[in-house]
């Protein structure tokens, strides 16, 4: 075949769609639950958004973005995740100037240039969850618990939750020189990467997935011991909550996570059989991105998950999507005059709100064949016989009864009520 999509992204059949309509309507039911409100920002972005806000030395920017330059110049970016973006439009539209804090979600597709693996695409969706206007810690464990109760929600289960706390501006540069020294004292053993990043973004040196930097890791510096009375105080705190909500957690003091704009609290939630690799759903604390971006300092936090790997593990863990199928008829009609009456009596079903479609004009047999392949759950059967006795046979699909039912009682017949318009 001369075409197929491009390496990193996938089709959605139709089979599958009943795992993304159940993933969509979970996260919005969950983050509606919690008070959140939807938010939908540009599929691509000023390039310098994302260079200040997660961070011209990060490796996204560095070399995942799909960034280019339009017909008018400007140089774009499409959405690599979602929370600058969303900080953007919290400065643009003045919703500094609401009751805070702001509480908004997102679904939409973002895309990186990175290798694909399982779970992992160069376009995948992303449902993530912003709060904006507060930094008390009662905060940070709400917005880990929307995570834990969506995954909870479509059934996923033997799940971990792993936290951290890498301090702020005030403490983290006192940490940060310590970490560059004990790696200044390794720099042969480093791989490639993180030699670049001993100097331009030290923490990711924690984060690193060479074999060869696991040891130096496991004996780097922590962040956790190295707090401010208030990042330690914020620290404790979110560690209780999490605890009153009952959530069990798991310290992990090499947690970093990969963008600039992180500060004080870091999270992941993951199937603990397989590692961080496969992390479904990663966030944490942003107190510095609003300024950075030009605004007010404004403390932030929120989470991104993958929605393609919260599928994967729902089919991994072999767990029943509902498939909701709704009244849908195909008409299946026998001659000239027949196919007439059936264009009218498909669109007077759609006009009283019921699916229908007009089967494709072939034998019978092929025409109720394809009334099940489409997936309809009745037939509508007209001939010259039904249409002299202004009646339609109504076949069930499902356990394939049937009856003769006058035309005009169609729609009342197929449970949505009565309608004149279908005769």
């Not at 810690?137 to 939750?161: F, H, M, P, Q, T």
């Not at 001659?335 to 007077?348: F, L, N, P, T, V």
């Not at 007209?382 to 005009?408: C, F, Y």
Request: proline share 5%.
């Amino acid at each position: 075949m001369q075409f197929q999509n491009p390496r990193g992204t996938v089709d959605i059949l139709p089979e599958d769609q009943k795992y993304w309509n159940f993933v969509r309507h979970k996260a919005e039911e969950v983050a509606s639950r919690f008070g959140f409100r939807r938010i939908d920002t540009p599929m691509f972005e000023d390039a310098r958004l994302f260079e200040r806000g997660v961070g011209s030395a990060t490796d996204i920017v560095e070399k995942e973005t799909y960034t280019f330059d339009d017909r008018g110049g400007d140089t774009l970016t499409l959405r690599a995740e979602g929370t600058a973006p969303v900080c953007r439009a919290y400065l643009q539209h003045g919703m500094q100037n609401l009751p805070q804090p702001i509480k908004v979600f997102y679904i939409c597709p973002a895309f990186r240039y990175e290798r694909p693996q399982a779970g992992r695409y160069r376009q995948h969706t992303q449902f993530g969850i912003e709060v904006i206007g507060e930094s008390d810690a009662s905060v940070d464990a709400e917005v880990i618990e929307v995570g834990w109760r969506y995954l909870e929600a479509v059934g996923l289960s033997d799940l971990s939750l792993s936290i951290n706390s890498i301090g702020d501006k005030v403490c983290r540069p006192v940490y940060l020189e310590e970490l560059r020294s004990y790696y200044a004292a390794h720099s042969e053993e480093v791989c490639e990467d993180c030699t670049r990043r001993l100097e331009r973004n030290p923490l990711r040196l924690l984060d690193c997935k060479n074999q060869q930097c696991q040891p130096l890791i496991e004996n780097a510096p922590v962040s956790s011991d190295h707090l401010c009375p208030e990042c330690q105080d914020h620290w404790d705190n979110l560690r209780a909550y999490l605890t009153e909500i009952g959530l069990d957690y798991q310290v992990e003091r090499r947690l970093v996570r990969g963008l600039d704009y992180y500060s004080r609290t870091v999270f992941e939630i993951a199937p603990p059989e397989e590692g961080r690799m496969v992390t479904i759903v990663g966030g944490g604390r942003y107190d510095g991105l609003i300024e950075e971006l030009g605004g007010r300092a404004t403390p932030g936090i929120g989470y991104g998950m993958g929605l393609e790997r919260v599928i994967q593990n729902i089919q991994r863990q072999n767990i029943p999507v509902p498939d909701k199928r709704e009244v849908s008829a195909l008409v299946v009609h026998l001659g000239e005059a027949a196919k007439s009456a059936g264009i009218r009596i498909a669109s007077g079903l759609r006009r009283a709100g019921i699916a229908a479609s007009l089967a494709p004009p072939r034998g019978m047999r092929s025409q109720l064949r394809y009334a099940s392949n489409t997936g309809a759950t009745h037939a509508i059967i007209i001939g010259d016989d039904e249409l002299a006795k202004g009646v339609a046979t109504l076949r069930d699909l499902d356990n394939s009864s049937q009856s003769e039912v006058p035309l005009d009682r169609l729609a009342g017949a197929l449970g949505i009520g009565q309608s004149n318009d279908s005769g």
